[in-house]
């Protein structure tokens, strides 16, 4: 992130500011795709979070800490937004038959429906933590900056989050197996 | 250990799934609300116009003289009234903490007294008011916190404010033992700290402590204009 751009939107900025928006919109997008599993509302949180960074931008001291502030702010529009949403509890993924062609794409979709099924059951701070660590990269203790809670609280949504989705995804491949015959 | 590969291929696999790519819609959308969108003006407006500094330095040191013999007068008393009354059970004597009559880059001219009385603090901080309208702040001193490298941070809640720092805002000032002319002074609770926690005034400074300790530094003191006292 452009440390001089940061700079300029903190003061008041708004074409810096639409600079920042471009260069971190995707990658806010994803993380607030990831935890809410639904495209719209991510969109609608993102849209939020990034008028929200704009307001409280004075209040950021350091600049180079722009990109962990902007995603707390983003989580936090996640846990703000997401109790009024009811449709992400019930969502159906529809499979289709032209992409499960063999018996390795049915296993992957199996795999990946399996895994949604149990994400969409954890609570989102534990969705947080698990997509800040595995689909941005923050190391554990980034993360717990970002999110601002203590290291060990970040260790443990983490290894309740992966045990939950080991869990699914371990009882998806038993099923699989005794489907194909394989023993257990 | 297949197993394990397995899941993380299927974890990564899931979570590259689908695209990224935000819609121009929605970045208009943020464009278009940030125009008529004010930014909120930050706590810290920096401070303007040293020459003031200089100019209200002798104020400072009666003004501090002042609250000084005024809290002697109420710690410890005029001829054995107050204090101690009812006589039931002896209390630890007061003894100053710390006090100090400072320049701080940020805020301007602070002055603050605490005293220390067994596991309870009492004391003001005083934030004076500004050539560009800024304070003047004032803060009830209520608990302390001392870390292992000797820095004392004392906190409270504002009683006087402004629209900026409104009262009930903790606040607290954070010097360092041993170093007569480093100090830090800041206002609010660091962020993601739950709001209710704000209640408690240790807690918000072990909040905050704990909020520089994670971003891998202590706590950010300046070299001042003026100095600092410790007590015993």
Not at chain 2, 25 to 44: G, M
Not at chain 2, 115 to 127: A, F, K, P, Q, Y
């Amino acid at each position: 992130m452009d440390r001089d751009v940061v700079e300029r939107a903190r003061s008041g900025d708004q074409e810096a500011f639409a600079d920042l928006v471009h260069q971190i919109s995707d990658t806010l997008l994803g993380v607030a795709r990831r935890i809410l599993r639904d495209p719209t509302l991510a969109e609608d949180v993102l849209q939020n979070a990034l008028v929200t960074i704009w307001r409280k931008l004075p209040h950021l001291r350091e600049a180079d800490r722009f990109e962990g502030w902007a995603f707390r702010i983003l989580v936090h529009a996640c846990y703000a937004d997401a109790p009024r949403n009811r449709r992400w509890a019930s969502a159906i993924r529809v499979l289709h038959p032209d992409v499960a062609s063999d018996v390795d794409d049915i296993q992957k979709i199996a795999d990946r429906d399996e895994l949604e099924r149990a994400f969409r059951r954890l609570p989102l701070d534990q969705r947080a933590v698990f997509v800040l660590h595995h689909h941005v990269g923050l190391p554990l203790v980034a993360v717990a900056e970002t999110l601002g809670i203590p290291d060990g609280t970040a260790r443990s949504r983490l290894h309740y989050a992966t045990r939950t989705l080991r869990a699914a995804f371990e009882q998806a491949r038993a099923a699989q197996d005794l489907r194909e015959g394989r023993p257990a | 250990m297949n197993d394990k590969r397995d899941f993380d291929r299927a974890v990564d696999r899931w979570l590259d799934d689908g695209s990224d790519a935000t819609p121009p819609e929605v970045i208009n959308a943020v464009l278009l609300a940030v125009r008529s969108t004010p930014q909120e003006r930050d706590f810290r407006v920096p401070w303007r116009n040293t020459a003031m500094a200089s100019y209200l330095r002798p104020a400072a040191v009666i003004a501090l003289a002042v609250i000084a013999s005024t809290a002697a007068i109420f710690t410890f008393g005029l001829g054995g009234s107050g204090i101690g009354q009812t006589g039931a059970t002896p209390s630890p004597s007061p003894v100053l903490l710390a006090r100090g009559s400072f320049v701080e880059h940020d805020w301007g001219l602070v002055e603050f007294e605490a005293i220390r009385e067994g596991s309870s603090v009492t004391g003001r901080m005083t934030l004076a008011e500004r050539d560009d309208g800024f304070g003047p702040i004032t803060v009830d001193l209520l608990c302390t916190r001392e870390t292992d490298d000797g820095i004392v941070m004392i906190g409270g809640y504002v009683t006087v404010g402004n629209q900026f720092i409104v009262p009930g805002t903790p606040g607290w000032v954070a010097v360092e033992r041993g170093s007569p002319d480093k100090a830090s002074v800041n206002f609010g609770s660091p962020m993601g700290v739950p709001a209710t926690q704000t209640t408690d005034c240790r807690a918000n400074l072990d909040a905050w402590l704990q909020h520089y300790r994670r971003g891998g530094y202590t706590l950010p003191l300046s070299v001042l204009d003026g100095g600092v006292e410790f007590g015993p």
